[in-house]
C-alpha cells in the first residue's frame, strides 16, 4: 500500500528534531528542561498573586499558573503573546472539571529558551496583572 499525499515538511522537521536530540544527548535535554521548569516556577510564584501549581523541583519544564482573582488568564494569554511574543496557554476549567477551580495559564520552556525568556514573561505577568 502506498501512500499517495503526506505531510513531507512535517516529516522532514521530526527527523531532523530527533536528530538534534540524540545529538544533544536526551539525559541533557531533559535536565535543561526540567532546570528551566524551576528556575520558571521559583521566579514567577507570586508575581502579582500568581500562584505557581507544581512544586518547585518537579522534574519538568511545565509551569501552571493559578491567577489571582478576576484576573482573565484569556486575556493575559492573549496580551503576552501580542505585546512580547511570549507564549503560553489558557487552560480552561473544563479540561480537568474535577481538578481545577478555575482557569489556569500555562508556559513550557524548551530546551532552547533563554532564562531572560522567563524574566520576560514574569516582567509581563506583572505588568498586565497590574492594570
Do not use: F
Not at 14 to 33: Q, S
Amino acid at each position: 500500500m502506498g501512500i499517495g499525499e503526506s505531510a513531507a515538511a512535517a516529516r522532514l522537521g521530526l527527523a531532523v528534531a530527533v536528530a538534534e536530540l540524540l545529538a544533544a544527548g536526551p539525559t541533557a535535554v531533559h535536565a535543561r528542561i526540567a532546570a528551566l521548569g524551576a528556575l520558571g516556577r521559583q521566579r514567577l510564584d507570586g508575581v502579582a498573586g500568581w500562584q505557581v501549581r507544581e512544586p518547585p523541583a518537579e522534574p519538568t519544564g511545565i509551569i501552571t499558573l493559578i491567577p489571582p482573582d478576576g484576573v482573565d488568564v484569556h486575556a493575559i494569554r492573549d496580551r503576552l503573546y501580542t505585546d512580547a511574543g511570549i507564549l503560553t496557554s489558557a487552560i480552561p476549567t473544563g479540561r480537568a472539571p474535577r481538578d481545577m477551580t478555575g482557569p489556569l495559564l500555562r508556559a513550557s520552556p524548551h530546551a532552547y529558551t533563554d532564562p531572560g525568556e522567563l524574566e520576560a514573561l514574569a516582567d509581563g505577568l506583572d505588568r498586565l496583572t497590574r492594570r
